[in-house]
Each structure stands twice: as structure tokens, then as C-alpha cells.
């Protein structure tokens, strides 16, 4: 039998919800991530946890108002109107304390998962268009439009975590919610013609799910010998 205590590697997806001031500039977006954890033979765990944001999900559709035309689109330098895509980017990285409650004390690996942690958020705009023809949205141009922001943040997750032995289905899936205490990084908002360093509240709700790949630090033998 394994032991009752090693690191769990665990790839997982997240389906992010807005909230706060975060709200006003995307709507839902993805995650893909990796969360390393170890487990003690006490159920304490300790661990680390990143986030990868991406999606086509940017709300402010006036991000270029001030050198687009009546119709809303900007026009290139060859006098042609031009194609702009904007999505969502952003990292998350925390570190976290958390508990394994067991629901069958004979599956040590098993049960409620809870966490809090600690971590730093960011996220902005990511413009896609054309260098060669749309230079007043590119280069260093770029940064008075991409609302680069990032600050502390908190994380709270309450999920299940399936991992029996004898089983080589081992998941977690659960739910986690952040709060990030973010501010503008840009010295000056192009669009806004104001001050990019506004401080914010960005919340998110996700809904995440898992695989866990275990790697264990002993096998039960060796704790027992340890122990004896």
C-alpha cells in the first residue's frame, strides 16, 4: 500500500466569472493551469498554484474611439479599414494552505479539499493587428491601450478530490473564488485621455476541474519503520 503522504501535480482547466470591476472589461473567460501540491500524513497541505487567462472575451468595444472614424473602425495608412482582434491575457500565481477531510478514512488521499492562499494577478488587452499598417496601435504605441493590471490578490477553493487506490481515475473538481487588490500599470489611458493607474477590485468565481498525478515520498513500510 502507498503512503499517506507526497506531492500531487495536478493540469487543470477553469471556466472564470467576472466580478467587480473586472466585470466592466471581460466577460467569462478560460484557464488552463498547474497546481503542485504535498500532502502530510495530518492532511495539511501545502502547495503552489498558476493560471494561464485567455479568451476572446473583451467588453470595451469603444477601445480605439479616439482614432476611429464615425463608423467605429480604424483606418490603416493605406487609407483601408483595418482588422483588429482583441483578446483577454493574464497570469495568476498563488501559494496556498489547505485541508483534506476524508469522507473514507481508508482513502487518505481522498475527500473536501479546502484552501486560502495568497498570490499576484494580472491581466490585460492583447491587440492583434497588422505592425506594418496600423503603427498608431503598435510598438510602444500599444501600452496606452492594453490596460495593463496587476496587484495582489486572495484565493479561497472548496472542491472534492477523487483519488483512490486501486483506481487510476484521480481528479479534483471544485470551485474557487478571488479577489484581487489590482491597480492600473500604465502611466496614461490613450482611449480615456486620463491616468491608467486607477486602482480596482477584480473578482473572479471559477469553476475548475482536474487530474492529479501522484509522486510519493515513501511508501508505508518506510513510514512505519520511521515511526516505530
Same mark, same amino acid.
Given at each position: 500500500? /502507498?503512503? +499517506? ?9 477553469? @471556466? ?5 470591476? *473586472? ?33 476572446? $472575451? #473583451? ?5 480605439? $474611439? ?6 467605429? @473602425? #480604424? ?10 482582434? *482583441? ?11 489547505? &485541508? ?5 478514512? /481508508? ?17 490585460k488587452i492583447?491587440? @492583434?493587428? $497588422?505592425? @506594418? ?9 500599444? &501600452? ?36 484581487g487588490f ?14 491608467? *493607474?486607477?486602482?480596482?477590485?477584480? *473578482? ?6 482536474? #487530474?492529479?498525478?501522484?509522486v510519493y ?5 518506510? +513510514? ?5
Open positions: 500500500m /502507498k503512503t +499517506e503522504q507526497g506531492f500531487m501535480f495536478s493540469p487543470h482547466y477553469g @471556466l472564470q466569472i467576472p466580478g467587480g470591476d *473586472l466585470k466592466a472589461r471581460f466577460s467569462n473567460f478560460s484557464s488552463i493551469g498547474m497546481g503542485v501540491d504535498y500532502k502530510f500524513k495530518n492532511n495539511l497541505i501545502i502547495g503552489v498554484n498558476y493560471d494561464w487567462y485567455f479568451g476572446n $472575451s #473583451v467588453k470595451d468595444s469603444g477601445a480605439f $474611439s479616439g482614432i476611429s472614424g464615425n463608423s467605429g @473602425l #480604424v483606418i490603416d495608412q493605406n487609407g483601408d479599414f483595418s482588422v483588429i482582434r *482583441l483578446n483577454m491575457q493574464g497570469n495568476y500565481v498563488s501559494a496556498h494552505l489547505g &485541508y483534506l477531510l476524508n469522507i473514507n478514512k /481508508k482513502e487518505r488521499f481522498s475527500g473536501i479539499f479546502m484552501s486560502g492562499g495568497v498570490g499576484v494577478m494580472q491581466h492583447d491587440i @492583434l493587428s $497588422s505592425e @506594418l499598417t496600423i503603427p498608431q496601435i503598435n510598438g510602444e504605441y500599444e &501600452y496606452g491601450y492594453d490596460k495593463l493590471t496587476y496587484g495582489l490578490a486572495v484565493r479561497e477553493y472548496i472542491g472534492y478530490q477523487h483519488f483512490v487506490n486501486d483506481s487510476r481515475y484521480r481528479f479534483r473538481i471544485g470551485v474557487e473564488f478571488n479577489q489590482t491597480q492600473g500599470r500604465r502611466t496614461w489611458d490613450f482611449n480615456a485621455n486620463k491616468s491608467g *493607474l486607477d486602482k480596482r477590485l477584480d *473578482l473572479t468565481t471559477v469553476f475548475k476541474i482536474g #487530474v492529479i498525478v501522484p515520498t515513501k511508501n508505508r513500510a518506510d +513510514e512505519e519503520f520511521f515511526t516505530d
